[in-house]
Nanobody
Framework: QVQLVESGGGLVQPGGSLRLSCAAS????????MGWHRQAPGKQRELVAR???????NYADSVKVRFTISRDNARNTVYLRMNNLKPEDTAVYYC??????????????WGQGSQVTVSS
């Protein structure tokens, strides 16, 4: 069994910063891609950023320059540093990861979601 546990969401004023963390635990053999998605009310879930095990990153155009994804492979943890936050960044943020457990095939796992609210 693999679990992803997120932390770091909250309420922030426009222009502020937050850092989200997501730690994977369980019987993990390897983790390839880790990433962050978000879902705003009434909208579809969208990719925010993702990072390969080797550190190659991809970002949604709407967050480039403002957000930075990183990971600590030794801790099976992925981070999302969000700067210059805007009201349109308000959403539930979900981490996900492609994980091989006990040498089995890769499966995609999701965290429970963290609310990020940007408002004055």
């Amino acid at each position: 069994q693999v679990q992803l546990v997120e932390s770091g969401g909250g309420l922030v004023q426009p222009g502020g910063s937050l850092r989200l963390s997501c730690a994977a635990s369980g019987r993990i053999s390897t983790i390839t891609y880790m990433g962050w998605h978000r879902q705003a009310p009434g909208k579809q879930r969208e990719l925010v950023a993702r990072i390969s095990r080797g550190g190659i990153t991809n970002y949604a155009d709407s967050v480039k320059v403002r957000f930075t994804i990183s990971r600590d492979n030794a801790r099976n943890t992925v981070y999302l540093r969000m700067n210059n936050l805007k009201p349109e960044d308000t959403a539930v943020y979900y981490c996900n990861a492609d994980v091989s457990s006990e040498g089995g095939p890769l499966r995609n796992y999701w965290g429970q979601g963290s609310q990020v609210t940007v408002s004055s």
